[in-house]
């Protein structure tokens, strides 16, 4: 593993070819990479805001300077894990069966590579996909979900047998229940709450998620709502009582670190344009963080 320096020469990383989220390279060969990036331009919830199609543009386009290193972890990405980005994802968007089953076999294909695959864009619903190719790759799996509301995917693909539910759990959770709180229960999918949280150190936090999904294969979904619109109003789904950047890092990094990521999807972010871009820069914090944890898990596990 290399170990993240004081100081970052940016110059090494800029080049006039094209530019991938977080400054990772554009491939067109797939094979022989740690971690694997895609664009989800694609939404299916029509009772979000729309937007959240243009979402992973808007990211790619606008944003410098995250990614490279990770200082909490020390850890220089760039340098410990081959990390290649496969440009936007080509949907059928004829139906939204056929769009299921383009998200299925893109993420399908990145896995069969052996690299960790994630997906940057969609909605809470094109997590579906990517839960059935990580079920179709390694069998069923524990799914963590960091969001504002029950996770609808994670919901319908624990109800098909695809999940290890009593190592699954929502967090972080403002809303929903009216709509998904029985059938959670009955799969025995586990709830922590904003509120709950709010009486609990983060490092707990953390360890309850580590404590379920330790030694299992796992599937995370970020969705930006897990912030509070205070701090990201680019969400297709906002909800007050969300977190900040730091509670929000402080959770990820105590619950992710040391487990067995196969797939990471970070969605539910629109193409807008806030005030500094205070939006984009805490969406940046969460996607750069999450890529760090899993470069760091990968590159700890190589040197076993």
């Given amino acids: ?36 990036f895609a664009a989800l331009p694609y939404e299916c919830d029509s009772s979000a805001k729309p ?26 990405m760039a340098q410990s894990v081959k990390s290649g980005d496969c440009g936007d994802l080509v949907i059928d968007s004829s139906s939204e069966e056929a769009a299921e089953k383009s998200i299925f076999t893109a993420a399908q294909t990145m896995l069969s590579t052996g690299a960790c695959s994630y997906m940057i ?28 509301s029950i996770s609808s995917a994670l919901v319908r693909a624990a ?47 953390g360890a309850l998620i580590k404590e379920k999904t330790a030694g299992k294969p796992v599937f995370v979904i970020f969705d930006v709502n897990f912030f509070d619109p205070a701090f990201v ?27 067995d ?14 005030p500094g871009e205070t939006s984009l820069n805490n969406m940046a914090e969460a996607a750069s963080k999450l890529y760090a944890i899993a470069a760091f898990n990968i590159a700890t596990a190589k040197e076993k």
């Fill in 51 to 76: 937007g959240s199609r243009n979402g992973a543009a808007y990211f790619r386009r606008d944003l410098f300077g995250f990614g490279f290193c990770d200082q909490g972890l020390d850890i220089d």
């Fill in 159 to 205: 109800e098909e047998g695809m999940c290890l539910n009593d190592a699954s759990i929502e967090v972080g959770i403002r809303n929903g229940f009216c709509e998904y709180g029985e059938k959670l229960a009955a799969l025995g999918i586990k709830a922590v709450t904003a509120s709950d949280i709010d009486y609990m150190p983060l490092e707990d936090v």
């Fill in 261 to 274: 990521i196969k797939s990471i999807s970070l969605c539910g972010m629109l193409d807008y344009n806030d």
């Fill in 121 to 148: 864009g969609g909605d809470d619903k094109t997590a579906y996909a990517q839960i059935k190719a990580c079920y179709e790759k390694f069998g069923k799996t524990a799914v963590i979900h960091f969001g504002g």
């Fill in 233 to 259: 109003t680019s969400a297709a789904k906002p909800y007050a009582g969300g977190f900040t950047a730091y509670e929000t890092v402080a959770i990820i990094e105590s619950a992710l670190v040391g487990l």
């Fill in 1 to 36: 593993m290399v170990k993240c320096p004081f100081k970052m020469d940016f110059a090494k990383y800029m080049s006039d070819g094209p530019s991938g989220f977080m400054r990772i390279p554009v491939v067109d060969d797939i094979n022989g990479y740690d971690i694997l």
